[in-house]
């Protein structure tokens, strides 16, 4: 267990801290917006040492929490993901239902971030991300049991372990698209950036300011890596791989998710909030419920 807890630690640190970085570099190269590679860190620094603003009669309590919650939520979903074969920090046989609830809660937590200041622009972005990411949230279980059929199991370890001939990104190609989607919305990434968007001057963090804003900051970075490393272990067979130790592969292949993840946060346009309502309702919703009749008739 202590072996596990350190490799998910490094690979949590090594994952922020790419995705930092990436998340300049990407925009930069594709012409999205110019800024340098190293900004994060200067920005990181500014943040850390600026004085924290207040509003007015804010919930001062789930201010001061939310972002530590976020961060909670990141690290619980990362303690499911298998290390090595047959070994994770979390060994539940209902590893997909605790990754869920990491889900759900994390509307829970970016609501309360937007609701906690007391101010418009914050309570109008948490409420914009609650209409989008509840009904995202269906897709997401839809598409985590398609994988799960094949394994027979809700552990997170079965699911690995049933992708040792093939991996579930080849048996189930719609799954990781639509897994990404949930990614987004759980990172506040492109066009799923209904609640920190530009166009409320930052949504729920319009008002954060100093090490709170840091703290989300990070937070966010930190649920990336984990749902990049959950997706990597439910698609992508996590550690499982020839000649390369197993945390090699795990971290390989997050990577991999989390530079997907960031890419098309940066080129998929966002809709309007109603039309992204529309889209999730009428088409990705009973998508994903296909995709999930099909994986069922092909794992009987």
Not at 95 to 109: F, Y
Not at 227 to 240: C, D, I, Q
Not at 248 to 263: F, H, R, S
Request: with cysteine; charged share 10%; net charge positive.
């Amino acid at each position: 267990m202590i072996v596990s807890a350190l490799i998910l630690l490094a690979l949590l640190g090594a994952g922020v801290l790419v995705a930092a970085w990436l998340d300049r570099l990407v925009p930069a190269a594709l012409g999205a917006r110019r800024q340098a590679v190293l900004s994060p860190w200067r920005d990181a620094a500014v943040m850390l040492l600026r004085r924290p603003v207040k509003t007015e009669a804010p919930d001062a309590m789930n201010r001061a929490l939310a972002p530590g919650w976020y961060l909670a939520l990141a690290l619980v979903g990362l303690s499911v993901v298998p290390v090595l074969p047959g070994t994770a920090l979390i060994d539940s046989q209902v590893g997909v239902v605790i990754w869920g609830s990491c889900e759900a809660l994390t509307i829970v937590t970016v609501f309360l971030h937007g609701w906690s200041p007391n101010a418009p622009f914050p309570l109008i972005g948490a409420y914009r991300y609650a209409a989008i990411g509840l009904p995202v949230m269906l897709p997401s279980m839809f598409v985590l049991i398609a994988a799960a059929l094949p394994a027979e199991s809700l552990s997170v370890l079965a699911i690995v372990d049933s992708q040792r001939e093939l991996w579930n990104v080849v048996r189930q190609p719609l799954g990781l698209p639509l897994f990404l989607l949930v990614g987004l919305t759980l990172t506040l990434r492109g066009p799923f950036d209904y609640a920190d968007g530009a166009d409320l001057a930052g949504g729920t963090s319009a008002e954060d300011s100093g090490p709170g804003r840091a703290l989300w900051q990070l937070a966010r970075l930190a649920m990336l890596v984990a749902f990049s490393a959950m997706a990597a272990a439910v698609f992508l067979g996590g550690p499982l791989g020839p000649v390369l130790p197993g945390p090699v592969w795990l971290v390989v292949k997050t990577l991999a998710v989390l530079a997907l993840t960031i890419l098309a946060g940066t080129v998929i346009a966002r809709p309007t909030p109603s039309r992204m309502l529309s889209l999730l309702w009428v088409v990705l919703l009973p998508l994903s419920f296909v995709h999930l009749v099909i994986s069922g008739v092909l794992a009987l």
